[in-house]
Nanobody
Framework: QVQLVESGGGLVQAGASLRLSCAAS????????MGWFRQAPGKEREFVAA????????YYGDSVKGRFTISRDNAKNTVYLQMDSLKPEDTAVYYC?????????????????WGQGTQVTVSS
């Protein structure tokens, strides 16, 4: 049974930083891709970032490019999302996802496993 558990969310002021963590119950190198998505109230789920198992290929959503960084530590079976220069519009529930397929997609429906989410709230 694969489990993904996110942590690190919280309430911060605009301009602050947060680092989210996603701990997997299995070895993360068994996933071809791991990613982060977010969903704000009343909005559709949005792609934030994703990377391949090696960490050499990374993709970011347009709204977070240059501010967020995805990384992974396969030895710890953990994926991270470093979020800098946070804005109120970054407020959402952030979800970690993992995929066993051969690509690194931005579409959430192509991921096989999901965490329960962690709330990030950015005040102005």
């Amino acid at each position: 049974q694969v489990q993904l558990v996110e942590s690190g969310g919280g309430l911060v002021q605009a301009g602050a930083s947060l680092r989210l963590s996603c701990a997997a119950s299995v070895r993360t190198f068994s996933f071809s891709a791991m990613g982060w998505f977010r969903q704000a109230p009343g909005k559709e789920r949005e792609f934030v970032a994703a990377m391949d198992w090696s960490g050499r290929t990374k993709y970011y959503g347009d709204s977070v490019k240059g501010r967020f960084t995805i990384s992974r530590d396969n030895a710890k079976n953990t994926v991270y999302l470093q979020m800098d220069s946070l804005k109120p519009e970054d407020t959402a529930v952030y979800y970690c996802a993992a995929r066993r397929g051969p690509t690194v997609p931005a579409e959430g429906n192509k991921y096989d496993y999901w965490g329960q989410g962690t709330q990030v709230t950015v005040s102005s």
